[in-house]
């Protein structure tokens, strides 16, 4: 079964918009312009609360990977966390505190988006 893009997700209070390029980067509806010269597969805009995801040349399991990519970048602005630093005493404890961090809000987000949990996990 095929589902649909999702083109919303829901990250804590906020309504995310998501835009997929079919060419290169464009401006938006919202008014945000990007550099068509880009090269990131993503990128998320946490002032505007937009996800762009790059579709042009790029295999749809790769956008998927992206998706969830800015949606981790997404909860951790919205959390608190982007700019948190982070001191640990090994690369074991920093990968707990990571882990700990990203998994109830990971969980959070797909338990409250069935499109993007769908979409992300189609075949």
Partial sequence: MAFAKPTRVKIGPDVWKIY???SDWVEHADGIKE???VT???QTKGINQIILIKGWDVPL???KETLQHEIFHACFGFYGFADMPIETDTNADTEEVLIRLLSPMYFMVLKENKDVRDWLYSK
């Fill in 35 to 37: 550099d068509k010269d």
């Fill in 40 to 42: 990131d597969l993503g």
């Fill in 20 to 22: 997929y390029e079919l």
């Fill in 61 to 63: 399991t790769i956008q």
